[in-house]
């Protein structure tokens, strides 16, 4: 089993709708979770990070964990094409280190 | 304020060769990590330093080594090339524990 495992994808949804993208994890001590979104042959950039249980918006993202079902999700409402990419959920499992999932490609329609 | 730089952005080598890697954190952070980013996967943990020395090292051979210098940058280095090391090398910062990464720009391997 993979330490963060992410819907494999594609996922494709027409601009304006809700995009959905779902994460599990094994390491149940794990304390930090992001979301990161990678843009074809650029590096991975910081769209969220969230550390408790519940809900955290910012702006059109909202992260939600649930810790004791090891589960961690991002929505994107009112998706735009622009946020065309591939978004990968990390954990720090511990001490600082990151693992990330193979990532989920987002395609959305105009 | 500078994110963080890697150089070089692109290298090409001969299977067996040796290759050299760098990276300068963010200003303000003082822990790198080394990714590994094959085509169509995530990024896979090299190993991380913190203080000069390797705290926590991921799942790759002893080929592939650091060393952290007194002003936080950092060297990757990799011996003995394979046509399997060819990905997207990511260099990423941190503050304190648990903060986001920053990444840098990547440095494109391709071993032929």
Same mark, same amino acid.
């Given at each position: !089993?993979? &330490?963060? &495992? !992410?819907?494999? +994808?594609?996922?494709?949804?027409?601009?304006?709708?809700?995009?959905?993208?779902?994460? =599990?994890?094994? /390491?149940? +001590?794990? !304390?930090?979770?992001?979301?990161? $979104?990678?843009?074809?042959?650029?590096?991975? &950039?910081?769209?969220?990070?969230?550390?408790?249980?519940? /809900?955290? &918006? /910012? +702006? $059109?993202? =909202?992260?939600?964990?649930?810790?004791?079902?090891?589960?961690?999700?991002?929505?994107? $409402? /009112?998706s735009q094409p622009s946020d065309s990419a591939t978004y990968l959920c990390a954990v720090d499992t511990n001490a600082g280190k990151s693992t990330f999932g193979d990532g989920t490609t987002l395609t959305v329609k105009p | 304020d500078a994110g963080v730089t890697q150089s070089p952005t692109?290298?090409?080598k001969t299977r067996g060769q040796q290759v050299t890697l760098r990276c300068s954190p963010k200003s303000g952070h003082d822990t790198v990590s080394w990714y590994q980013q094959a085509l169509g996967q995530g990024p896979q943990f090299i190993f991380q *330093? *913190?203080?000069?020395?390797?705290?926590q090292r991921g799942n790759?051979?002893?080929?592939?080594?650091?060393?952290?210098?007194?002003? *936080?940058?950092?060297?990757?280095?990799?011996?003995?090339?394979?046509l399997g090391d060819s990905a997207l090398y990511l260099c990423a910062s941190r503050g304190t524990g648990g903060s986001p990464l920053h990444f840098g720009n990547g440095t494109r391997l391709t071993v032929t």
């Open positions: !089993q993979k &330490e963060v &495992e !992410q819907n494999s +994808g594609p996922l494709s949804v027409p601009e304006g709708a809700i995009a959905s993208l779902n994460c =599990t994890y094994s /390491d149940r +001590g794990s !304390q930090s979770f992001f979301w990161y $979104r990678q843009y074809s042959g650029k590096s991975p &950039e910081l769209i969220m990070f969230i550390y408790s249980n519940g /809900d955290k &918006e /910012d +702006g $059109r993202f =909202t992260a939600q964990l649930n810790k004791a079902s090891q589960y961690v999700s991002l929505l994107i $409402r /009112d | 692109h290298l090409i *330093y *913190y203080e000069e020395e390797e705290r790759f051979p002893d080929r592939f080594s650091g060393h952290q210098f007194p002003n *936080y940058s950092s060297e990757l280095n990799v011996n003995a090339l394979l």
